[in-house]
């Protein structure tokens, strides 16, 4: 089972972090020494040191035990990395050195709930664990076990920790665990109890905290959320009901009759509901629209670069280049699969109907159809537009794009070897 911080669960407590850890940064301190780091996080009111006297006799005593028994020094060594796998911080290859993110940035100056909230719902969801070269994202992981097993042990979440990479066979694999009792799971991955303990202890609190899912008598359930994207502003509901909501697995179907079959539904005033504040999710619609909007430049930058002539509206980009053209259907994502999902979905439709509709015939010939997302998506959703003869892309982590063909082969786009697919 992959290793993953678990000193502290509290967005708020964890966001005090970066505030101290950008404190040290702007007086020249040294955020990687664990004793500089760790001192600014106790005088910070972050890390508690327990003990009678006052602070500075309780850091002092702390002192005089043994390095490795330290508590500031961990507790220092357990956030910083943890804020790095978040992307509010991030350390210069070459200097050594840290510095906030820009998501870090937004995050210590969101006065927003919605926005604060999907900030650190981004963070989690973006956390990539590798061991050994094998990719994993837990959070992620852990949402779709939630979805397809409506009402799990909370406790079984750590299986979100087991899953070598995001391959639909490995989760199919810890899927299949999930349904075995507790202790079996245990003796299955040779874990202790404490081991245990210490894996559910961070990411399923912090969904909690985002409004992710819902914990009832020790079991996981998927929250009622306010579901924004650059599109629109709505209200999730009836998420646990009878099959899965939109996630990025199989739904399951139920059976009906004649009488049973389309039901009326029940109609929800959305104004009224307790989740649902208009102002803020308007907010968060415009910062996905900026997102959005960053991410279509990105890309038209290597367009460009290659030699394609652009083009916009309705569609989100156009690109032409001798024998070779492109259409460019942009979404955002907020790390939830059922957003993952849906976006995928509008996506899809969306691309096709510009295609159709919106593009002359001349334009339609070697035409290359490609969805775009702000975040790498789960193996699924790129072989669902596979499929339909799509391109995937997805940016990586060196200001580069990743296209992934209907074979399924990765390609970097500034290399233009895709176009020879």
């Known amino acids: 089972m992959k290793n993953f911080p678990h000193q502290y669960s509290q967005i708020?407590?964890?966001?005090?972090?970066?505030?101290?850890?950008?404190?040290?940064?702007?007086?020249?301190?040294?955020?990687?020494?664990?004793?500089?780091?760790?001192?600014?996080?106790?005088?910070?009111?972050?890390?508690?040191?327990?003990?009678?006297?006052?602070?500075?006799?309780?850091?002092?005593?702390?002192?005089?035990?043994?390095?490795?028994?330290?508590?500031?020094?961990?507790?220092?060594?357990?956030?910083?990395?943890?804020?790095?796998?978040?992307?509010?911080?991030?350390?210069?290859?070459a200097t050594g050195a840290y510095q906030i993110t820009a998501n870090g940035v937004e995050l210590l100056k969101s006065d927003n709930p919605l926005v604060y909230k999907?900030?650190?719902?981004?963070?989690?969801?973006?956390?990539?664990?590798?061991?050994?070269?094998?990719?994993?994202?837990?959070?992620?992981i852990m949402m779709r076990l939630v979805q397809d097993r409506p009402g799990i042990a909370v406790k079984k979440l750590l299986l979100a920790l087991e899953a070598r990479n995001d391959g639909s066979a490995e989760y199919k694999r810890i899927l299949d665990l999930s349904t075995s009792p507790f202790e079996d799971i245990l003796a299955s991955l040779n874990i202790s109890s404490a081991s245990a303990a210490n894996a559910i202890k961070i990411l399923p609190s912090i969904a909690q905290q985002v409004g992710d899912l819902e914990k009832r008598q020790n079991q996981a359930w998927i929250s009622e959320r306010v579901d924004v994207s650059e599109d629109e502003v709505a209200i999730e509901t009836n998420v646990n009901a009878g099959a899965t909501t939109s996630n990025s697995s199989n739904r399951r179907s139920?059976?009906?009759?004649?009488?049973?079959?389309?039901?009326?539904?029940?109609?929800?005033?959305?104004?009224?509901?307790?989740?649902?504040?208009?102002?803020?999710?308007?907010?968060?619609r415009q910062r996905r629209h900026v997102i959005h909007q960053?991410?279509?430049?990105?890309?038209?930058?290597?367009?460009?670069?290659?030699?394609?002539?652009?083009?916009?509206?309705?569609?989100?980009?156009?690109?032409?280049?001798?024998?070779h053209s492109i259409l460019v259907e942009m979404k955002t994502l907020d790390g939830s699969p059922s957003d993952e999902r849906k976006q995928a979905e509008r996506?899809?439709?969306?691309?096709?109907?510009?295609?159709?509709?919106?593009?002359?015939?001349?334009?339609?010939?070697?035409?290359?159809?490609?969805?775009?997302?702000?975040?790498?998506?789960?193996?699924?959703i790129c072989n669902f537009l596979n499929i339909q003869g799509v391109f995937a892309a997805y940016p990586s982590h060196a200001d580069e794009w990743i296209l992934v063909d209907p074979a399924g082969k990765e390609t970097q786009l500034s290399d233009g070897a895709w176009m020879k697919s």
């Open 254 to 284: 139920r059976d009906v009759d004649a009488k049973t079959i389309a039901s009326e539904p029940a109609f929800q005033n959305t104004a009224g509901s307790k989740k649902f504040d208009l102002a803020a999710a308007i907010a968060l």
């Open 294 to 323: 960053r991410a279509v430049k990105s890309m038209a930058n290597k367009f460009e670069a290659l030699g394609f002539t652009l083009s916009e509206h309705p569609f989100d980009c156009f690109g032409q280049r001798k024998k």
């Open 118 to 140: 999907q900030l650190w719902r981004e963070g989690v969801s973006g956390i990539e664990l590798n061991d050994a070269g094998n990719v994993s994202h837990p959070y992620r």
């Open 347 to 380: 996506a899809l439709g969306q691309i096709q109907a510009y295609r159709h509709f919106d593009l002359p015939e001349d334009k339609k010939k070697n035409l290359i159809l490609i969805v775009a997302f702000s975040q790498k998506p789960i193996t699924e």
């Open 12 to 93: 708020d407590r964890l966001t005090d972090a970066l505030r101290v850890a950008e404190k040290v940064i702007k007086s020249g301190g040294q955020l990687g020494d664990d004793a500089v780091f760790g001192e600014a996080l106790v005088f910070g009111n972050v890390h508690n040191i327990a003990g009678d006297g006052t602070l500075a006799e309780r850091l002092k005593n702390e002192k005089l035990k043994p390095v490795s028994n330290r508590g500031y020094h961990t507790a220092a060594r357990e956030m910083r990395r943890f804020l790095v796998l978040a992307k509010f911080l991030e350390q210069s290859a």
